[in-house]
């Protein structure tokens, strides 16, 4: 199975399933002005959330998923992260360029930390405090005195307000624009406080201010003292706000991290058991066979694995007989929502009736049963696993909301959720294609001179575009199946960074992509799937999703007030979005698979919701050594700090 996160921050992450954190205190008054119930005088904070109060008290002293006692030291030896089979940039901001592995997270810190066992909660990391203001239009944060960039210069609001200013410009991916477009501005109050003001009264917008990332106006500056435009910044080693320092490059292919022995940050609770190793080795293969025999031979620590196909049939070998590697399955949370992408802005997708057509030949089960010995489920929902998706029939709430949007929107989005088809006896893909057909005719697409073809005789052509060796394997069986329609196709696979390049300028076809999960839908809606993103190059509205429904269900989740409206927002704009067919949902994994050396550990708590290599490298460790003899025997499994 494919995974693809969103690029740049690509976190999620940078998003919600991904975090920021540190102690917390909301009090009942605090919870009640997020939640916009009433008017309260304004109240600092070290925590805060969007529903409800926090769920760690301000005495805690480390997240539950954190194991705070284990020692750093060790070196993890890491494979591909993105999928990137390379990288030419140190800066993960940009529009342009692949950025070196991970290092938004290991160089980057935040305001304040996600916790990752709740729907939207953060705690404080360089800020130690937020005030919200009781109309929820402003929120001030406070900078933690004792932060401190890798150069040992002093955090300031300063340097806050720069990062934000210089992430709204056009010099930095739209992503990042997009992301904080909910804030109007941020205004210096004095050294250490800084205040955002939102366009409009926010409800999560405290959280978005706290997602922002900080970075040094010193980052890239010249010997005169002058300083390049940011988006010319590529090369130059950040400097860094969060726990890691660039120690090594050997090439596009390799980069090695080390932990700063200063890092300021170590023992507040948001970072107690988190980045336990001394150095982080990433390695990028050109393959996922290259990947896992360099896994299985013992060069590498850990190996993700997203290939149902790999993990029941290459995870052997002498070093699993010795236990030297071990295989290891963990319960994940909300599923992210993978499928074959149309993109909207080629005529020959315009008509719906032509999408869901095209899903018709997806031949799911036989896949399943054939391919990835049964282990994926089928992918109904764009919050599959959540309670944010819709089942069954629309709900008092969702219909008030679709109601209005009647004649706009697919008829089939007041009925029964849609359940994608499949080939179970009594059902076929026979039967699948004959409807297939029909649609396609009932759209002007029809079978003559060796093709289907439109009214003006133009064959229907898709090419499928990927980046990932393997894929192929996935996407023949679906060409095969379109060419029983009628309907020419060919695969291209191409380098990773093409690949971004291509999709940042919606280049493409068809191509197999993923919206990485969310605990809570919030601002990431209006970057995927808003009018506004369609056009603007670098979006994550790569299908070119461009409806008035959509937008008003996106202001409908982003405006309510209450947990269970959000809920009726976002079932309802998932109904509508399906029955769009705006791509064809393929299949997730209920978990994650994640082949180990046995000298890692983990903590006993797994979170709630997490990117798999994110848990990896940001709460696994290498264990203590109980011996002399053992810890020879560790070190040279691990991998030494030289190696």
Same mark, same amino acid.
């Given at each position: ?39 309260? +005088? ?20 480390? %997240? ?10 060790? &070196? ?74 890798? /150069? ?45 003001? %939102? @366009? ?98 013992? /060069? ?34 909300? +599923? ?9 802005? @080629? ?37 599959? +696993? ?27 989005? #007041? ?7 499949? &080939? ?65 196709? /060919? ?13 940042? /300028? #919606? ?137």
């Amino acid at each position: 199975m494919k995974f693809v996160k969103f690029r740049p921050s690509h976190t999620r992450p940078a998003t919600v399933a991904r975090g920021r954190f540190a102690p917390a205190l909301v009090t009942a008054l605090t919870a009640l002005a997020l939640l916009g119930v009433v008017p309260v +005088a304004a109240h600092a904070s070290s925590g805060i959330s969007q529903y409800d109060q926090p769920k760690y008290p301000a005495s805690f002293t480390h %997240f539950d998923y954190a194991d705070p006692d284990v020692p750093v030291h060790g &070196t993890l030896n890491f494979q591909n992260y993105d999928e990137a089979q390379s990288y030419d940039s140190l800066n993960p901001y940009l529009v342009r360029g692949s950025p070196a592995p991970y290092i938004k997270t290991l160089m980057f810190d935040t305001l304040m930390q996600r916790s990752w066992d709740e729907l939207a909660s953060e705690y404080a990391l360089i800020a130690n405090d937020v005030e919200v203001a009781p109309d929820l239009t402003s929120a001030t944060f406070h900078i933690n005195p004792a932060a401190r960039f890798s /150069n040992g210069d002093p955090i300031t609001a300063a340097d806050v307000k720069y990062s934000f200013d210089t992430l709204e410009s056009p010099q930095a991916s739209p992503v990042f624009s997009a992301q904080f477009s909910v804030i109007k501005r941020a205004v210096v109050i004095d050294k250490s406080t800084i205040r955002f003001d %939102f @366009k409009q009264a926010e409800r999560d917008g405290p959280l978005i201010a706290g997602d922002l990332p900080v970075f040094s106006p010193k980052w890239g500056m010249r010997a005169d003292g002058t300083r390049p435009p940011f988006d010319q910044i590529a090369t130059s080693p950040p400097i860094a706000s969060s726990a890691y320092l660039i120690e090594a490059r050997k090439n596009d292919k390799a980069i090695t991290y080390r932990r700063n022995p200063t890092y300021w940050a170590s023992d507040l609770p948001t970072r107690r058991g988190m980045f336990r190793f001394e150095r982080i080795n990433f390695r990028l293969y050109l393959d996922q066979y290259t990947k896992l025999e360099a896994f299985k031979a013992g /060069n590498d620590d850990v190996d993700v694995e997203y290939s149902a196909t790999q993990w029941a049939r290459k995870y052997v070998g002498k070093n699993f007989k010795n236990g030297l590697l071990k295989k290891g399955e963990f319960d994940d949370g909300p +599923a992210q929502m993978q499928g074959f992408l149309f993109n909207l802005r @080629k005529p020959m997708f315009k008509d719906p009736r032509v999408r869901r057509a095209l899903g018709l030949a997806f031949d799911y089960d036989w896949m399943n049963r054939m391919m990835f010995y049964g282990q994926y489920r089928r992918t109904n929902s764009y919050w599959e +696993a959540s309670p944010f998706g819709a089942t069954g029939m629309p709900g008092p709430k969702e219909l008030a909301l679709l109601e209005p949007l009647r004649g706009s929107i697919p008829p089939e989005a #007041f009925g029964p959720m849609l359940k994608q088809p499949d &080939t179970i006896p009594p059902h076929s893909l026979r039967d699948n294609l004959k409807q297939a057909r029909d649609l396609l005719a009932q759209a002007g697409w029809h079978y003559r001179d060796g093709a289907l073809r439109d009214a003006n005789g133009t064959a229907m052509s898709i090419e499928f575009m990927d980046d990932q060796p393997g894929m192929d394997r996935l996407t023949l069986p679906y060409m095969q199946a379109l060419g029983n329609l009628g309907i020419q196709t /060919n695969f291209r696979e191409i380098d990773s960074a093409l690949y971004q390049k291509r999709l940042d /300028n #919606f280049e493409y076809d068809m191509t197999t992509f993923i919206y990485p999960p969310v605990t809570i839908p919030g601002i990431e809606l209006t970057r995927r799937f808003g009018s506004a993103a369609a056009s603007q190059p670098g979006s994550e509205n790569y299908p070119g999703i461009k409806s008035k429904a959509v937008d008003s269900l996106i202001k409908s989740a982003l405006s309510a007030t209450t947990l269970d409206d959000l809920e009726a927002a976002t079932r309802a704009l998932d109904r509508v979005m399906i029955y769009s067919y705006y791509l064809v949902p393929q299949y997730y994994s209920p978990g994650a698979r994640i082949g180990y050396k046995n000298t890692l550990g983990f903590p006993k708590v797994v979170p709630n919701s997490y990117q798999y290599e994110d848990w990896v490298i940001n709460y696994w460790y290498l264990k203590p050594a109980k011996t002399p003899g053992a810890a020879a025997t560790a070190a040279a499994a691990s991998g030494s700090a030289a190696h």
